[in-house]
């Protein structure tokens, strides 16, 4: 017998049974926020970490299944050298701070991206941190550090051919570092820019697109639910006409 769930509690009431089941997001404007406070950009990125605690628990309410954040990119190395340090010693202090926390919500969390130039602190409580959650279900977290869309293909491609197998997509896909969760459905950045900054580049071919003015520090939950109710309306084609997509839906 099936029955029909009642809505998750907290849900947009116009996004009942079209939830993405991958949301993607570019945390952006941590530092903006700050400077507006007269804060130094740091306090930002410790506001912005807030914020991501509490997208994860309105993700797990709303029934989103996979979350995968963008927190520190190949190029982001450029920045100033104590900011660098800054957000490489906070991201230590997130995971003593909050696997524990994770690991009791059912949250699996793992950390795409190169562990080159990573302190050794840090490329440990990765491991311990995927390795202790690595039985959780509940929502797949990524947490993409070091990451590079282009990084990503680089080094898929590289292990292909030094185990000297076919480069195809389908293979291609398999090796890079998000294969084990399908392609995000829907893709949010916050701060204001309307690109992608060498996030998922090969993954979101396909990905709904949505971007917002609102600093990552004050995303809320009102503007999480816009952007699951902007992905509901959404028509997905993947190249197909309308017609076409429509008469798949009725069948
Ligand atoms: C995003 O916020 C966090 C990282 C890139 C690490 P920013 O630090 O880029 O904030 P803005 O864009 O300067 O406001
Ligand atoms: C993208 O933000 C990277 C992260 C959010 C981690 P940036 O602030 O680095 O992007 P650009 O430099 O404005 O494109
Ligand atoms: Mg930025």
């Known amino acids: 017998m099936s029955v029909t769930p ?3 509690p907290g849900a947009a009431p116009d ?3 079209r939830v993405p089941h991958h949301v993607a997001i570019v945390m952006d404007g941590n530092g903006r ?21 509490r997208v994860i628990g309105w993700s797990v309410q709303r029934g989103v299944r996979v ?41 699996r969390l793992h950390v795409p991206g190169s ?7 840090l490329v440990d409580g990765i491991a311990e941190a995927e390795r202790r959650t690595a039985g959780n279900d509940r929502l797949m977290l990524n947490v993409c550090f070091n990451y590079g869309g282009r990084w990503d293909i680089v080094q898929a491609a590289q292990a292909l051919a030094a185990r000297g197998e076919p480069i195809t997509e389908s293979s291609l896909s398999a090796t890079l570092a998000l294969a084990h969760v399908p392609d995000p459905d829907l893709v949010i950045r916050t701060g204001g820019e309307q690109r992608i900054s060498n996030f998922l580049l090969w993954q979101i071919a396909y990905s709904e697109l949505f ?4 600093l990552w520090p004050a995303f809320d939950e009102a503007e999480y639910d816009r ?3 902007a992905y509901a309306q959404r028509q997905r084609r993947f190249g197909r006409t309308p017609e076409q997509v429509q008469a798949s839906r009725v069948a």
């Open 115 to 121: 562990r080159e130039g990573l302190p050794s602190a």
């Open 211 to 214: 971007f917002t003015d609102r």
């Open 6 to 8: 009642a809505a998750a």
């Open 67 to 107: 979350l995968t954040v963008f927190a520190f990119s190949s190029e982001n190395w450029n920045r100033p050298q104590d900011e660098v340090g800054a957000i490489l010693r906070l991201m230590v202090q997130a995971l003593m701070d909050e696997v524990p926390r994770l690991d009791e919500a059912g949250v």
């Open 15 to 17: 996004v009942a049974g």
């Open 33 to 53: 926020w700050a400077r507006q406070r007269l804060l130094p950009r740091v306090a930002g990125h410790r506001a912005g970490m807030e914020t991501l605690r």
């Open 227 to 229: 952007a699951l109710a």
